[in-house]
């Protein structure tokens, strides 16, 4: 009965590579989110995607891009991965008309070598 | 641009004690602030929020306060206990906008 869940837990990858982190909510939210939190615990929003209206964060790389293929998921892409890239990614959910409440997945820790 | 500012240092207190942790915002007054837990490992977990026009809100041994003329929220923990040891994040949500601006987060942690 996860609420939030994301795969992989962990990944390891090659500078340069190209990369995906999945996430699904099964909480019938209408909003979900990427956030990247690093080395300093500072948790970032990247993206928000409510209704297909997608709002990004302008610090963002264009190397990262959103892909909703339906309300329940938001998967985050990566390409040409850099050293910087490093962190913990979440996703998370959100029903709007609440009091937008997040309901964060347990986190991608990405390693870049 | 709108800030949310938590106090880096970790913040140890004896078992028993109550935990005041605070988180200041700058600009405007936020519609409402939100506090999250976190452990290590995991993603943050939703604990209380609080609006513009509330003073305060509890919940079981937890407590908020939001004074918007210190542009301050703290967050109280009473008879804390070693499972309270967590990193505690601060979020702000502005009117007209759903998407949070999160804190940094202050460490707490409550020895035995």
């Known amino acids: 009965d996860t609420a939030v869940s994301q795969t992989p837990k962990y990944l390891v990858t090659q500078m340069g590579n190209d990369k995906s982190i999945k996430c699904e909510q099964n909480?019938?939210?209408?909003?979900m989110y990427w956030y990247k939190q690093d080395s300093k615990k500072f948790l970032k929003i990247m993206f928000s995607y409510n209704n297909k209206e997608l709002i990004i964060n302008e610090t963002v790389p264009n190397r990262f891009s959103p892909k909703s293929p339906d309300k329940a998921h938001l998967n985050l892409h990566i390409n040409s991965l850099e050293l910087g890239d490093s962190a913990v990614y979440f996703c998370a959910s959100s029903q709007t008309g609440t009091t937008d409440t997040q309901y964060f997945g347990p986190g991608t820790r990405l390693t870049v070598l | 641009s709108q800030k949310i500012e938590q106090n880096s240092e970790a913040l140890n207190i004896q078992e028993g004690k109550t935990a005041t942790l605070t988180c200041n915002y700058t600009?405007?007054?936020?519609?409402?602030l939100q506090w999250y837990r976190q452990d290590p490992g995991r993603g943050p977990v939703f604990l209380l929020l609080i609006r513009e026009n509330e003073k305060e809100k509890r919940k079981e041994r937890l407590k908020v306060t939001f004074d918007t003329t210190l542009k301050q929220s703290l967050f109280h923990i009473t008879a804390s206990q070693p499972a309270d040891s967590a990193t505690y994040l601060c979020?702000?949500?502005?009117?007209?906008?759903?998407?949070?601006?999160f804190g940094r987060g202050t460490s707490l942690i409550v020895h035995p």
């Open positions: 979020a702000r949500i502005s009117g007209g906008s759903y998407i949070p601006t």
């Open positions: 600009n405007y007054s936020p519609a409402y």
């Open positions: 909480l019938g939210h209408d909003t």
